[in-house]
């Protein structure tokens, strides 16, 4: 049973138009959400984050919204670049003294110039 | 260097073989992660150590053994693998205070194939 899915394997969005990454969870003990970006051949790296006690976190076009009733997050990218063309991973974790990030499967995007 | 790194970034073995994956980190962190990516699955945690002692073994096959040897480094020795163990395999460090885990930085992986 997965605790943390990203339902939309895929997305093309064209370049300068927003992206909208969507992640759902199911863990109501889930206080810190992260989302990461990948690359062909390369690791994940670390994109924005948000804690439970906001609902909201931007950094330049990222932005990250949090919907605690409905356990939902989503990742906003505007305006939407070519580089941004990667499979983006969300990922949730309970800050109980655990060390368990709970991935998502991943959404792919394509930006179209 | 900074950041992690992993070697081999490759590696063909046969079922009987005995390997190993090496992961650096030059981050100053407390914690590191062997993770599992599959295709088309999550990646999944198998192993975490912090301050060098495993705290977290999510019911990972013995053919499977980490070790770390220090803060910076990281192992995973493999030994009669099967070819459903092909996957690409993370290392991963973070900066762990209290109950508060910091994010993750992952290395580039090293892509196992298991013939």
């Known amino acids: 049973d997965q605790q943390v899915k990203q339902n939309s394997p895929s997305l093309s969005v064209q370049e300068g138009r927003i992206s909208i990454l969507n992640c759902d969870y199911t863990?109501?003990?889930?206080?810190?959400f992260l989302w990461y970006k990948k690359y062909p051949a390369e690791g994940p790296t670390f994109l924005i984050s948000?804690?439970?006690?906001?609902d909201k976190n931007e950094d330049g076009r990222f932005t990250v919204f949090l919907n605690k009733s409905a356990k939902h997050l989503s990742l906003h990218i505007v305006p939407s670049q070519p580089g941004d063309s990667a499979v983006y991973f969300c990922?949730?974790?309970?800050?109980?003294?655990?060390?368990?990030?709970?991935f998502g499967t991943g959404t792919r995007l394509k930006v179209l110039a | 260097e900074t950041g992690v790194t992993q070697t081999p970034r490759h590696l063909v073995m046969g079922m009987t073989n005995k390997k190993s994956l090496k992961c650096e980190q030059h981050?100053?962190?407390?914690?590191m992660y062997w993770y599992k990516q599959s295709a088309k699955k999550p990646l999944e945690l198998m192993f975490v150590?912090?301050?060098?002692?495993?705290?977290e073994n999510n019911s990972v096959p013995s053919r499977f053994s980490p070790e770390c040897p220090n803060s910076s480094h990281l192992f995973l020795h493999l030994h009669t693998l099967q070819p459903e163990d092909s996957a690409l395999y993370l290392c991963?460090?973070?900066?762990?205070?209290?109950?508060?885990?910091?994010?993750?930085?992952f290395g580039e992986g090293s892509r196992l194939t298991v013939l």
């Open positions: 150590y912090s301050l060098e002692e495993r705290v």
């Open positions: 948000i804690s439970s006690i906001k």
């Open positions: 990922a949730a974790s309970a800050t109980s003294g655990t060390y368990k990030y709970i």
């Open positions: 863990n109501s003990m889930f206080d810190y």
């Open positions: 981050l100053g962190h407390n914690a």
């Open positions: 991963a460090s973070s900066h762990t205070s209290g109950a508060n885990t910091g994010e993750l930085f």
